[in-house]
């Protein structure tokens, strides 16, 4: 099943300048909880990294981010923020190996079809290091769903999210709920998942 889907791809390929210009504070809270878990210059993947926000500020701290997000146009946009490449990465094309200390997915893997998020989760968890960590934001739900741009949301529940994680082993495994927004500007309610791989 592919993992991206094809009208949520195609809402950021035409609003990307938009989106990635967008104020969009980052959530140094959250984002240093993940950074004070890895190692000082870790090398950290973000998954669906949109204007490059995230990325701009692990690595203005000394982390090793290899910037991604599985639209070229975002991409482009994350580049010229960020004044290094950016990788056009589709979450089920990862394919890497005990190569990251840490991978930070902010509010993208929520897009991914349900039957198709486990397979994701398996391939963060090979492409991590021994005692790596993940992190990953999700739009809560009790089904998948479209917001009003058309967009494809999993809506997981926690326990669902448990299940879609369960198909490899965590060392731990804690996911918080939180309320906030979004960029379609309805009150919604977030789950922030962290899960540590085995050391």
Request: aromatic letters at 12%; glycine letters at 12%.
């Given at each position: 099943m592919p993992s991206e889907d094809p009208a949520t791809m195609?809402?950021?390929?035409?609003?990307a300048r938009a989106y990635a210009n967008r104020r969009n504070t980052v959530d140094g809270?959250?984002?240093?909880a993940f950074l004070t878990m890895l190692p000082a210059k870790a090398?950290?993947?973000?998954?669906?990294?949109?204007?490059?926000?995230?990325?701009?500020?692990?690595?203005?701290?000394g982390f090793d981010v290899t910037p991604t997000d599985g639209s070229p146009e975002l991409a482009r946009e994350a580049q010229t923020r960020l004044g290094k490449p950016v990788h056009v990465l589709l979450f089920g094309d990862l394919d890497e190996t005990d190569r990251y200390h840490g991978v930070w997915a902010r509010a993208c893997l929520l897009h991914v079809p349900r039957k198709g998020l486990p397979g994701i989760v398996g391939r963060v968890h090979s492409a991590l290091k021994a005692g790596g960590v993940f992190y990953a934001s999700f739009k809560a739900g009790a089904r998948e769903g479209r917001d009003r741009f058309r967009r494809y949301?999993?809506?997981p529940s926690p326990a669902w999210l448990r299940e879609a994680y369960?198909?490899?082993t965590?060392?731990?495994?804690?996911?918080?709920a939180t309320t906030g927004g979004g960029y379609d500007g309805m009150p919604t309610e977030w789950l922030h998942v962290?899960?540590?791989k085995p050391g």
């Open positions: 195609a809402f950021y390929a035409a609003e809270a959250r984002l240093d090398a950290i993947l973000e998954l669906g990294c949109g204007g490059g926000q995230d990325s701009e500020a692990m690595l203005a701290k949301y999993n809506y369960g198909n490899v965590w060392a731990s495994m804690d996911i918080e962290i899960a540590r």
